[in-house]
């Protein structure tokens, strides 16, 4: 089963809004990163966020982290059609070094 | 600077055809990994190379095997494709663990 499963598997909102998704996962975890797909191309990394961080900020991102839920979050602010593309947070499984990708949120941004 | 090329970019395989996925970082990256994504989903793991000499079964390595050749290449083989393994496969690579990974374009493959 996968680590990671997102929701909502899909988003769609007006240009100018916020987007937030989230992540859950299931190990205990160094830490968890966010990552983009553009239609299909390969995943470029956003942010990662460590286990002793709660909040991190990377221009229009905002990710938290909450080890307790294990769980995760990341908003993109004033969104634009241009981030337009899928989401995805992956981990490493605890002790391995397999890297776990999650579901992803397919995030579509109307101008 | 390439980063992680990946070849074929496309491939179309008869049932019971074997072939052998390529890919090849620039980084000097210990681990290298391979995903295959399906349509409107998310990325699982076939097998992993923490670093040169080492390959482990990812989430979903029945029907492949791979070669960690050196440490710049790491290679997938289908030996008897089938059309459940119609799929995008990505190879990446990364430092290490807890670092973040950098990913090919990926391999569009169908077998009919």
């Known amino acids: 089963s996968q680590q990671g499963e997102e929701d909502p598997q899909a988003l769609s909102i007006q240009e100018g809004e916020n987007a937030t998704m989230n992540c859950s996962y299931k190990?205990?975890?160094?830490?968890l990163q966010w990552y983009r797909q553009n239609s299909g191309r390969g995943l470029v990394h956003l942010i990662l966020i460590r286990s002793n961080e709660r909040e991190k900020h990377s221009g229009r991102l905002r990710v938290t982290l909450d080890t307790s839920k294990k769980s995760s979050s990341l908003l993109i602010t004033a969104s634009r059609a241009a981030d337009t593309a899928s989401y995805f947070c992956?981990?490493?499984?605890?002790?391995?070094?397999?890297?776990?990708f999650g579901t992803g949120t397919r995030l579509k941004v109307l101008a | 600077n390439a980063g992680v090329t990946q070849t074929p970019k496309f491939q179309v395989l008869k049932t019971g055809q074997s072939m052998t996925l390529q890919c090849a970082q620039d980084m000097n990256h210990n681990s290298m990994y391979w995903y295959r994504q399906d349509p409107g989903m998310g990325l699982r793991l076939i097998y992993y190379s923490a670093s040169e000499g080492t390959t482990d079964k990812g989430e979903v390595p029945n029907g492949y095997n791979v070669s960690r050749l050196n440490k710049r290449e790491f290679s997938l083989r289908l030996e008897s494709a089938a059309p459940s393994q119609t799929s995008v496969y990505f190879c990446?690579?990364?430092?290490?663990?807890?670092?973040?990974?950098?990913f090919g374009q990926g391999t569009r493959l169908t077998v009919v």
């Open positions: 992956a981990t490493d499984d605890s002790g391995t070094y397999k890297y776990i």
């Open positions: 990446a690579s990364r430092r290490g663990a807890n670092t973040e990974a950098f």
């Open positions: 190990t205990s975890i160094n830490n």
